[in-house]
């Protein structure tokens, strides 16, 4: 019960740290009233919505507990981190803001770490592959591992349409949101009832890691509709 309203809240917050804007001088959209040209100036520098799957998978988590809870887990973030660094090598391929680039080398270091990190716990304490992890999760989460994968699939195809440039910089940082988002979603059990002291750790990292670049990437966005 008590890890259930810790999770709740954790949730809480996460929204609020999503969907909270940036000081009312920089705010995301244009006031009521704006002319309709400066509405639409605005309208495409906002984030993408997290994927419900994200949150749904979060529940399915909760419910899961031990080597069930870590396997799942590893199934789950390990693609979730490689889609990431596909969209930060695009951005360092594309990009052009040089604060947008550091965070996509910030990125694919950290989150290569993290998966290197990952495989090798997962076969020293499970003797799994990622691939096998996979198919030992519940049928549930399952399911919403691969609609997550589908879902990122259709977020890198759509940056690789974007042309290289400013323009690409917005795209990369308004899909990388709500990524980071629901990495952040995927990490909560872990933090707080993984069964390794070492995993525990790890995840609280990444969440803290990924909450920093959601603020920044949030403030970035709203300096660019001014």
Known sequence: MKSSIAR???????????????????????????PAAQQQKTAH??????????????ETLARLNGRELEVTFF????????AAIEMAQLERERGTDARIRTHADNIIANQRHQIDQFTRWLKQWYGLTPEQARQKAPQ????????????VRRMVAELRQVPAGKRFDVEFVRRMIP????????????????????LKVA???????QEMQIVDFRTWLSEQGR
């Open 45 to 58: 520098i906002q984030p993408l919505p997290t994927s419900p799957v994200a949150y749904r998978f979060g």
């Open 203 to 209: 995840a609280a990292s990444g969440i803290n890691t």
């Open 75 to 82: 199934a789950a973030i390990i693609p979730h981190h490689r």
């Open 140 to 151: 549930e989460a399952r399911q919403e591992i691969a609609a997550m994968v589908q879902e």
């Open 179 to 198: 990524h980071h988002t629901s990495g952040i979603i995927e990490f909560l059990e872990p933090q707080s009832r993984a069964d390794h002291p070492q």
């Open 8 to 34: 709740r809240s954790a949730v809480t917050a996460l929204a609020a740290l999503t969907f909270a804007t940036v000081p009312a001088a920089a705010a995301w959209s244009a006031p009521a009233g704006a």
